[in-house]
């Protein structure tokens, strides 16, 4: 028996997982190496997920191959239960092995018992890997394999379970296809094979659900594959019968819990903030330099008390408190060597004693610090994206082996930088549909000439992207602005708008993003703006609708309408002049009652083919929607886009009930509006009473001083006005008295002459 086999053998016996409680477990690879002497160098990497002992992880065999050496690393845990009762653990550790094979692939397997107790009644386990060893002809290397993993534990409302995405990058930029293992599809469960995203067909019992997924990346185009024998394979993309280039087992468990009240993300389950890293991110980190990933989490009617991570070995992570159910984490982590062009993934969940928030999971690629800290900035547009590359801050780099993703769009160089113009529907540029954002991505990558035997050119592969949010989602506890939108559609090419805050009316000074949640009082008058930009020469915008909410979700059934169906729903709303493309307005400022203290606007938009009588932009206010119907396949024009801008933080005033100025408290004025048009049951009320209703001042029922001063202002003028009345009246009297006298004394003289 050959050595190897022996110390196969004996790690085996050594490492056999008899641990109770096994959780599940992933494998990454580091990019395989092809040895001079016809050997390949394959390291990989273990994550064990478990109740306790995580330390104590089982031993891959080596299959396919003869495994001449097989030298396995000190296994760490990275993370565990921080509330004493050792509910859960991971752990990771990464082994060596030298294969010597004629055949074109290689695989591993390990095995173990015991699952932890599940629903199914499964025991035992099995973890796969096989990766095909040919060189590929688009990177003239070996293939990568497809990177996730999971943290340990995961917890999720029975009534609360809508779907979860799983973490499945491809370092190749191949198509990752996920799907259940063989016999192993668990009741009422199902996977989409594309996203790879775990959804149910059904209702789910209550306990702990085991899955095991197979991870399969298959290229995107047309490659040719050359095998240590000199052989060569050629692969078709469109080839559907063609086997995967690499396969990786995915093993976790989840814990479906009680059903619970509310299942709105930051109530009870802590919702990820803005600033997070989204979900499939790819970061960059440099060999022995600090890389640190900061995440933050809200529940307002719960209590966060950990962040769950699934990282790698040296990981470290800071936990820090917040007021209104806060909580942020920073992960610290210092690549070695060792993890030069490592693709690692982390996962992490907010954790609180009822649940968790949902799991997100991002790639940190190691790069030498020497090329990643070449200075390099790009400028998004909504139509496309600008990279300019320093070039004395990345010496060696010959700029004539570089190209874009699609090679016939060229870079531009002068004496400094390395420049990169790409419209987002061109040179390769891919649009990818990340949920709540539309990222545009593009690489720039070296490339050695087919002649070349040897090359000293150091490789590059600098990835370029320009993110874009659907909907802004800002929330009060961030100074984050972001304004701009870009969508695609088919006869309208790229398109993008921008939304602002304005200083005043005349709409040329924004509010500067530092100044994010934008303060307001109530019956200021508020300026905002949204303009956009086409390819096309000559189109028109159109707003069809405007509404206030709480918060920025634009369907919160507490709602108030500004503009609907085109039609002006607010009386201090207005709309002033601007061209074809600009959108400027004023309203004046307000909250919705109760402790909302916060609002936000969300528009929808289209954009019209000008000339056409039957657009939606022609029509204008539409008081009955319907009659639009009809129309609209005889205009050119796009869909509605929302677009959201905010928040206006209300700010209150420290003013009693009563205000000795004769001026109404602050606190007292909700909206100027006495009645809110509106179909939504009480999306705005006032907080002031009624005209007529009862006086609520400060003395317990008693009219408030401006109504007291008025009345005394009232009584004066009658007085003053009675007065007045009284002495004209005394001179009318007296005058006609006198007038009277004076008539009756001429007559007595009168008649004394003529007796």
């Not at 999971?150 to 409302?157: A, I, K, N």
């Not at 982590?333 to 693709?343: G, K």
């Amino acid at each position: 028996m050959e050595a190897g086999v022996f110390l196969l053998l004996l790690f085996a016996l050594l490492g056999i997982s008899t641990t109770l409680d096994f959780y599940g477990d992933s494998i990454s690879f580091m990019p395989p190496n092809k040895k001079r002497d016809g050997t390949f160098k394959v390291t990989f990497y273990q994550r064990q997920n478990g109740k306790s002992n995580c330390e104590d992880q089982s031993s891959y065999t080596c299959e396919g191959g003869t495994c001449t050496s097989f030298v396995k690393s000190s296994v760490l845990q990275t993370d565990g239960d921080v509330t004493g009762q050792d509910r859960w653990c991971q752990s990771e550790g990464h082994t060596t092995a030298t294969v010597v094979t004629n055949k074109t692939s290689f695989s591993l397997k390990d095995s173990g018992c015991c699952w932890v107790s599940n629903v199914d009644g499964k025991t035992n386990w099995t973890a796969h890997a096989e990766l095909d060893l040919g060189s590929r002809s688009d990177s003239y290397a070996l293939n990568g394999c497809p990177i996730t993993t999971t943290v340990s534990s995961l917890r999720v409302p029975q009534n609360c379970f809508t779907k979860f995405a799983l973490l499945a990058h491809d370092p190749d930029g191949d198509h990752v296809k996920c799907s259940f293992a063989t016999n192993t599809n668990p009741a009422n469960f199902t996977m989409d094979e594309t996203t790879c995203t775990l959804t149910t067909t059904g209702p789910v019992d209550v306990g702990v659900h085991v899955f095991e997924l197979m991870l399969e990346d298959f290229s995107k185009k047309n490659i040719t594959l050359t095998y240590a024998d000199g052989t060569q394979l050629f692969r078709e993309a469109s080839d559907v019968t063609l086997p995967p280039l690499c396969k990786v087992k995915l093993q976790f468990s989840m814990e479906i819990l009680p059903p619970i009240p509310n299942c709105e993300p930051g109530h009870v389950l802590p919702m990820f903030l803005s600033g997070t890293p989204i979900h499939g991110d790819v970061l960059f980190a440099n060999v022995g330099q600090n890389f640190q990933l900061h995440a933050r989490a809200q529940a307002q009617h719960a209590s966060i008390n950990d962040f769950q991570v699934s990282g790698p070995q040296n990981m470290t992570k800071v936990l820090k408190d917040d007021q209104h159910g806060k909580a942020e984490v920073t992960l610290s982590w210092t690549p070695q060597l060792s993890d030069l062009y490592r693709f690692v993934p982390v996962c992490y969940t907010a954790e609180t004693n009822e649940s968790q928030s949902d799991m997100r999971c991002v790639v940190v690629m190691v790069t030498q610090a020497a090329l990643n800290q070449g200075k390099a900035s790009v400028a998004c547009s909504p139509n496309k994206m600008v990279v300019a590359l320093e070039k004395a801050s990345m010496p060696g780099i010959d700029e004539n082996y570089l190209k874009l993703r699609d090679p016939s769009c060229s870079l531009t160089f002068n004496g400094t930088y390395i420049i990169g113009s790409m419209s987002f529907s061109a040179c390769g540029t891919r649009l990818e549909d990340q949920g709540d954002f539309l990222v545009f991505t593009n690489e720039i990558n070296s490339f050695d000439l087919p002649t070349d035997v040897i090359t000293r050119r150091r490789k590059v592969k600098i990835d370029i992207y320009c993110q874009f949010p659907k909907t802004i989602s800002i929330s009060s506890y961030f100074n984050i602005h972001k304004s701009d939108y870009i969508f695609t559609e088919s006869s309208f090419g790229s398109f993008g708008y921008t939304f602002e805050i304005f200083t005043d009316s005349n709409f040329t000074s924004k509010v500067a993003p530092s100044a994010y949640p934008v303060e307001v009082k109530l019956l200021d008058m508020i300026y905002m703006g949204i303009q956009a930009e086409s390819d096309l020469p000559n189109v028109n915008m159109f707003v069809e609708s405007c509404k206030a909410t709480p918060d920025d979700n634009p369907d919160n059934a507490l709602s108030y309408d500004l503009i609907k169906n085109g039609c002006l729903k607010d009386e201090t709303f207005k709309v002033y002049t601007s061209g074809q493309t600009s959108f400027n307005f004023e309203v004046q400022a307000f909250k919705f009652s109760g402790t909302n203290d916060q609002v936000y606007i969300t528009c929808s938009v289209i954009l019209c083919e000008p000339g056409s009588a039957f657009s939606r932009c022609a029509q204008g206010c539409l008081a009955d929607s319907s009659r639009r119907k009809r129309k609209r396949s005889l205009s050119k024009e796009t869909v509605g886009h929302s677009v959201t801008q905010g928040p206006l933080q209300f700010v209150r005033q420290a003013v009693p009930n009563a205000a000795v100025d004769g001026r109404p408290s602050m606190n007292d004025v909700v909206m100027k509006n006495s009645v809110v048009e509106k179909s939504d049951s009480h999306a705005a009320v006032m907080d002031s009473p009624p005209v007529g209703s009862p006086d609520t001042g400060s003395s317990g029922g008693g009219r408030g001083v401006k109504e007291i001063l008025s009345t005394n202002v009232s009584t004066a003028l009658f007085a003053s006005a009675f007065l007045v009345l009284l002495l004209l009246m005394a001179v009318v009297v007296r005058y006609f008295t006198r007038k009277r006298k004076a008539e009756d004394h001429k007559s007595l003289l009168d008649s004394d002459r003529e007796n």
